[in-house]
């Protein structure tokens, strides 16, 4: 008996092994995180979420970003929601809703589609609503993958 359930685990063992490929249904994007201590300066473009716990100069285009209290962002940013609980400067179009908590600090040009600031957080600049028409800055769900 045991030596016929040995046989059979045997021959399953010699075949090819099994990747199994899940889908998770609830998560359709990426996130892309840079880490406290990291400096990077360039351009970034994700489907995705960027979270920013580090510093970063340059270019974003993302459909959401996070900036936590240690990431500091001098950059152009194109977003459709962004939050900020560290300090962000530059130029910021955010077609959805842009929270700035209370540690957070904006310094810029800023166009929001709704803004929510809580007690503490600080937005200086030139800001506007967006007059946005509904169509996101890039897709979430892309068709034929």
Known sequence: MWQKNK?????????????????????TVETTIISVGSKLEGSIETAGTLIVDGSVTGNIKCSSLEILQDGNLEAKVEAENVSVAGRFEGEMICNGKLT??????????????????????????????????????????QKGK
């Open 7 to 27: 046989q059979d685990a045997d021959k399953k063992d010699n075949g090819p092994a099994k990747v199994k490929l899940f889908k998770n249904p609830l998560k």
């Open 100 to 141: 700035v908590f209370k540690k957070g600090k904006v310094i810029g040009d800023v166009s929001y589609g709704t803004l929510s600031i809580e007690s503490g957080g600080a937005l200086d600049g030139s800001v506007s609503k967006s007059k946005s028409d509904g169509t996101p800055i890039l897709p979430l769900y």
